[in-house]
């Protein structure tokens, strides 16, 4: 069988590192040697267990992509910065190149106006973690079935991540939506963000060797005269867990691509690829 050709972009990022490491590990994939990097990368090669692969600034992205396509037809994996999200989607869909996108932030309506207005398939999910998004799959059920289900109960989150993270979690701003849904008064910018490593390992308790690679969800709701209280919580350790979700749906955009009737410009969910599997 022909390995699939992947492009694993935004190294040197962790979360790259993992998911090239993986395609490098797996005889059914074939890692390309170039990565779209960010404009404060100041190295143009990466060595990755004695492979080496060149880093491509954002100047050059445009027209070493249209290389790349031309030679390889390859499949993105994009774990890049959330300023780089509907560029670097933009440049996916200019070239045909079909993609699975993890990176959050962005502007979340244009990056899907953009693969939809194209021919090129994606997958894109505010969370890769299979059982994380199952658990948001049935708070997205609830939100459909049971509109209001919460009306008149108040809500704290509180979600920490590692120092490097640029924005508000993905996961959490999906969640407060289902919740908003079902008659909770809540915006994003209510959310308690944690950055700060001292407090994450103090008040978190979170592992030191997981200080700079976690995501810790707590969704807490009272009834408004406090007789009843509900808690929500997701902890993740460590960036391992990312990678079979992310590859599950690089399957399923192989499939998808071997169907004529789905080689369109269509966007997936974590969900759809759940719900294939």
């Excluded at 994939?29 to 404060?40: A, E, I, V």
């Excluded at 996108?101 to 979340?108: A, I, N």
């Excluded at 090129?120 to 658990?135: C, D």
């Amino acid at each position: 069988m022909t390995p699939t050709q992947i492009m694993v972009n935004g190294l040197p990022g962790n979360v790259a590192i993992k998911m090239a490491t993986h395609a490098r590990a797996h005889d059914r994939f074939q890692l390309l040697p170039w990565s779209l990097t960010g404009p404060d990368v100041d190295s143009e090669t990466l060595d990755l267990d004695n492979f080496s692969i060149a880093l491509i600034r954002p100047e050059l992205a445009d027209s070493q992509l249209g290389q790349i396509k031309a030679d390889h037809d390859p499949l993105i994996i994009d774990y890049t910065h959330p300023s780089a999200v509907n560029q670097n989607a933009e440049l996916y869909v200019k070239h045909g190149i079909p993609f699975v996108m993890g990176t959050t932030g962005g502007d979340r309506k244009a990056l899907v106006d953009t693969v939809t207005q194209g021919d090129t398939p994606a997958v894109i999910a505010p969370n890769m973690m299979k059982q994380i998004v199952g658990l948001m799959a049935m708070f997205e059920y609830g939100a459909t079935h049971f509109p209001d289900l919460f009306k008149g109960f108040t809500m704290r989150v509180k979600e920490s991540h590692q120092k490097g993270k640029a924005d508000t979690s993905g996961t959490a701003k999906a969640m407060i939506s289902y919740f908003n849904q079902m008659g909770i008064d809540f915006s994003t910018e209510e959310i308690m963000l944690e950055r700060d490593p001292e407090r994450q390992k103090n008040l978190w308790d979170i592992p030191d060797e997981h200080l700079g690679g976690h995501g810790y969800h707590t969704y807490s709701i009272s009834a408004g005269d406090e007789s009843s209280f509900f808690e929500i919580t997701h902890n993740i350790n460590g960036r391992d867990v990312y990678v079979p979700g992310t590859y599950d749906a690089v399957d399923f955009l192989i499939n998808k691509l071997n169907d004529p009737e789905n080689r369109t410009g269509h966007v997936y969910t974590m969900i759809d690829v759940l719900k294939k599997n």
